[in-house]
């Protein structure tokens, strides 16, 4: 059973317009979330995070945005660049205090940018 | 990826051939992780330790084998290695809150 799911495969977004990706997720203890960023052949990236506490934090062109009634948050890049081309992943975790019980991720979701 | 190092970046094995993945890190954190990624899936955690001889399993252990002797290395051993363990392999460890800093990855071929 899917604890997080990311249900779109891929997306493909003009440069310059604004991408979204979502997340759903199922288990109610996660409160914390987290977005990574991924290139082929290579670790993923920390990208942006929110805690269940807040409904949206920013980071420059990255906002993502958390919904803890429908369990849904977005991650939202304003404007989107070629570079922001990658695989997109969503995780969760469900302790904000430090717990090191590893993250539970979606299947991911690849963002192509086109010119 | 600075700060996570794992070596091979590749490696083939045959079935039943046993391998140790390195995976070192110079940030001084206590929490490091083994994840894997199968074409299509996100990450699944294999084990994780909290610090220096504590280590716990996660998602998916079955078939790998860690150890935690320091805070820098976190090795991680196949013992018997099977087709199914065709994977990339990412170390990672835990900075503030939540956040997760993976190694560039070890590809594995078990054939």
């Known amino acids: 059973d899917q604890q997080v799911k990311q249900n779109s495969p891929s997306l493909s977004v003009q440069e310059g317009r604004i991408s979204i990706l979502n997340c759903d997720y199922t288990?109610?203890?996660?409160?914390?979330f987290l977005w990574y960023k991924k290139y082929p052949a290579e670790g993923p990236t920390f990208l942006i995070s929110i805690s269940s506490i807040k409904d949206k934090n920013e980071d420059g062109r990255f906002t993502v945005f958390l919904n803890k009634s429908a369990k849904h948050l977005s991650l939202h890049i304003v404007p989107s660049q070629p570079g922001d081309s990658a695989v997109y992943f969503c995780?969760?975790?469900?302790?904000?205090?430090?717990?090191?019980?590893?993250?539970?991720f979606g299947k991911g979701t690849h963002l192509i940018i086109q010119p | 990826n600075a700060g996570v190092t794992q070596t091979p970046k590749f490696q083939v094995l045959k079935t039943g051939q046993s391998m140790t993945l390195q995976c070192a890190q110079d940030?001084?954190?206590?929490?490091m992780s083994w994840y894997r990624q199968d074409p299509g899936m996100g990450l699944r955690l294999i084990h994780y330790s909290v610090g220096a001889g504590i280590t716990d399993q996660g998602e998916v252990p079955n078939g790998y084998n860690v150890s935690r002797s320091t805070t820098e290395d976190f090795p991680l051993r196949l013992l018997s290695a099977a087709p199914s363990q065709t994977s990339v392999y990412f170390c990672a460890v835990q900075g503030t809150q939540e956040t997760q800093y993976f190694g560039p990855g070890t590809r594995l071929l078990v054939l």
């Open positions: 288990n109610s203890m996660f409160d914390y």
């Open positions: 940030m001084n954190h206590e929490y």
């Open positions: 995780a969760a975790s469900p302790d904000s205090g430090g717990g090191a019980d590893g993250l539970t």
